[in-house]
T-cell receptor
Framework: EAGVAQSPRYKIIEKRQSVAFWCNPI?????LYWYQQILGQGPKLLIQ????????DSQLPKDRFSAERLKGVDSTLKIQPAKLEDSAVYLC??????????????FGPGTRLTVT | DAKTTQPPSMDCAEGRAANLPCNHS???????VYWYRQIHSQGPQYIIH???NNETNEMASLIITEDRKSSTLILPHATLRDTAVYYC??????????????FGKGTKLSVIP
């Protein structure tokens, strides 16, 4: 079974520029998550999708961050414009949601963003 | 979700058992204890989870105290590849198949040759 794919793996941009990250979850996984992990800290949830609908985006800085999952499969996370404090690893995770049963989240390798 | 407390770092000799403690004194009756680990430059990896009973799988054992206020993750024979940050997470089982994980800073386990 292929894992969660993310691209690019690394990105360096200047502040005020835009950037987009792509995630392809494990086939059949209906739930998709985006996390932000700042150096030295644990991952912080940004947004959760169930199929192509948003379940929770309460911690997403909506003035500059946006995310979509148009066909309920792949997802993109965008930052526009980027700030220095956005430097972090952006992790995508997916889970095979099943009514009444819980499954673990599978994480991708992440995209390391450096904003200069 | 209940807050967890973990030591920031631990060392373990290769081949010995690694016992990683976690305090979750405010845990509620329907909250599960999950353990994930993150090896350097990789995404977190699921290890094990439990509600009340002790659990064991091919990776580790999870011991939960009777009052559920603390737990211990046991790696029976630690190898150098087990060097990672280990996260103890308490989450609510919503019953609708949807949940979220709130990560703390975890415990940095170093396995020493």
């Amino acid at each position: 079974e292929a894992g969660v794919a993310q691209s690019p793996r690394y990105k360096i941009i200047e502040k005020r520029q835009s950037v987009a990250f792509w995630c392809n979850p494990i086939s059949g996984h209906a739930t998709l998550y985006w996390y932000q992990q700042i150096l030295g800290q644990g991952p912080k949830l940004l947004i959760q999708f169930q199929n192509n609908g948003v379940v929770d985006d309460s911690q997403l800085p909506k003035d500059r961050f946006s995310a979509e999952r148009l066909k309920g499969v792949d997802s993109t996370l965008k930052i526009q414009p980027a700030k220095l404090e956005d430097s972090a690893v952006y992790l995508c995770a997916s889970r095979r949601a099943y009514r009444g049963v819980s499954y673990e989240q599978y994480f991708g390798p992440g995209t390391r963003l450096t904003v200069t | 979700d209940a807050k967890t407390t973990q030591p920031p770092s631990m060392d373990c000799a290769e081949g010995r058992a690694a016992n990683l403690p976690c305090n979750h004194s405010t845990i509620s009756g329907n909250e599960y204890v999950y353990w994930y680990r993150q090896i350097h430059s990789q995404g977190p990896q699921y290890i094990i989870h439990g509600l009340k009973n002790n659990e064991t799988n091919e990776m580790a054992s999870l011991i939960i105290t009777e009052d559920r206020k603390s737990s211990t993750l046991i790696l029976p024979h630690a190898t150098l590849r087990d060097t990672a940050v280990y996260y103890c997470i308490v989450r609510v089982n919503s019953g609708a198949g949807s949940y979220q994980l709130t990560f703390g800073k975890g415990t940095k386990l170093s396995v020493i040759p």
